[in-house]
């Protein structure tokens, strides 16, 4: 799987994890944050090609 | 190296993110599951879990200069398209929603915590749209590969229907045919005449009343030897 280049790195927790179970999940593709575009940032990282 | 020199990022929410696996069912007790495609092709994962570095234990994933942790990409329609891929023309395309450490690319991530929203199935491999998952005739150490079968394609095959699926996974994942996925350019048949279904039922029958003419052949055969012996 080809990402492309590298962009940022950080933690971000799924608070929803823990009621998961408990409740009805939130509609697909609008409870959370679509993964933001591509920054101008330009690393010099191979880029990843595996898919996990 | 920018990217290593900005500021590590702590968004409010978890990322959604789409990528495609391996619907795998456990041989013991029926418990469903997903295999990932290359690296990770060899370890099942439910429907939350927690990535680990596949070459060592000694840093947590996703780490840079590894190709370790959890992959998915930011389009829908990319993830389609990789489905087309001959390699993957068995997986199931799922919805995730990507938390924990990561490392964001272009055009996806790679993370540390993954929870699966929804399972998305695309085709049969005849084009036409699924109706369930079949043995696809691989699999792990105590799991069974599936594969996206139609109504017909699987009319002989044990069958494990989206919501039977579902219920395997823990009943908490909707599990749908993947009604956006492309199949074939035209009407699965285009032209040419539906066939129908093979019946069991005829093709047993018809075996019969073969096996009845090639007695009444022998007979003849029979019969025919003993008026030519006759003659002679």
Same mark, same amino acid.
């Given at each position: 799987?080809?990402?492309?280049?590298?962009?940022?790195?950080?933690?971000?927790? +799924?608070?929803?994890?823990?009621?998961?179970?408990?409740?009805?999940?939130?509609?697909? $593709?609008?409870?959370?944050?679509?993964?933001?575009?591509?920054?101008?940032?330009?690393?010099?990282?191979?880029?990843?090609?595996? /898919?996990? | 190296?920018?990217?290593?020199?900005?500021?590590?990022?702590?968004? +409010?929410?978890?990322?959604? @993110?789409?990528?495609?696996?391996?619907?795998?069912?456990?041989?013991?007790?029926?418990?469903?599951?997903?295999?990932? %495609?290359?690296?990770?092709?060899?370890?099942?994962? =439910?429907?939350?879990?927690? /990535? /680990?570095? *596949?070459?060592?234990?000694?840093?947590?994933?996703?780490?840079?200069?590894?190709?370790?942790?959890?992959?998915?990409?930011?389009?829908?329609?990319?993830?389609?398209?990789?489905?087309?891929?001959?390699?993957?023309?068995?997986?199931?395309?799922?919805?995730?929603?990507?938390?924990?450490?990561?490392?964001?690319?272009?055009?996806?991530?790679?993370?540390?915590?993954?929870?699966?929203?929804?399972?998305?199935?695309?085709?049969?491999?005849?084009?036409?749209?699924?109706?369930? %998952?079949?043995?696809?005739?691989?699999?792990?150490?105590?799991?069974?590969?599936?594969?996206?079968?139609?109504? =017909?394609?699987?009319?002989?095959?044990?069958? *494990?229907?989206?919501? =039977?699926?579902?219920?395997?996974?823990?009943?908490? *994942?909707?599990?749908?045919?993947? $009604?956006?996925?492309?199949?074939?350019?035209?009407?699965?048949?285009? @032209?040419?005449?539906?066939? =129908?279904?093979?019946?069991?039922?005829?093709?047993?029958?018809?075996?019969?009343?073969?096996?009845?003419?090639?007695?009444?052949? +022998?007979?003849?055969?029979?019969?025919?030897?003993?008026?030519?012996?006759? $003659?002679?």
């Amino acid at each position: 799987m080809q990402l492309g280049k590298e962009v940022g790195t950080g933690f971000v927790s +799924d608070d929803a994890e823990a009621t998961v179970g408990e409740e009805v999940a939130a509609p697909p $593709e609008t409870a959370d944050a679509p993964a933001p575009d591509a920054s101008a940032l330009v690393a010099s990282e191979p880029e990843p090609t595996a /898919a996990g | 190296m920018l990217a290593s020199r900005a500021a590590p990022e702590r968004p +409010d929410r978890p990322f959604t @993110g789409f990528k495609l696996a391996h619907a795998v069912v456990a041989s013991e007790d029926g418990q469903a599951g997903f295999a990932g %495609l290359t690296m990770g092709a060899q370890r099942v994962y =439910g429907t939350t879990a927690e /990535a /680990a570095c *596949i070459w060592t234990r000694r840093h947590a994933p996703p780490r840079r200069r590894c190709s370790c942790g959890f992959y998915c990409l930011n389009s829908l329609a990319e993830a389609r398209a990789l489905s087309c891929a001959t390699e993957n023309r068995d997986a199931v395309l799922l919805e995730v929603t990507a938390s924990g450490r990561f490392i964001r690319y272009e055009r996806g991530l790679r993370y540390s915590r993954q929870r699966v929203r929804a399972v998305r199935v695309g085709p049969c491999g005849c084009g036409r749209p699924a109706r369930g %998952l079949a043995d696809a005739g691989r699999g792990l150490v105590g799991w069974r590969g599936l594969m996206p079968v139609c109504a =017909g394609c699987g009319a002989s095959r044990a069958l *494990i229907t989206f919501g =039977g699926f579902a219920t395997r996974l823990g009943g908490q *994942i909707p599990v749908t045919p993947d $009604e956006g996925a492309a199949g074939w350019p035209g009407q699965a048949g285009e @032209g040419l005449p539906d066939a =129908g279904l093979p019946d069991a039922a005829a093709i047993a029958a018809l075996g019969a009343e073969m096996a009845l003419v090639h007695a009444r052949l +022998d007979h003849l055969q029979a019969r025919f030897n003993q008026l030519e012996g006759g $003659e002679s």
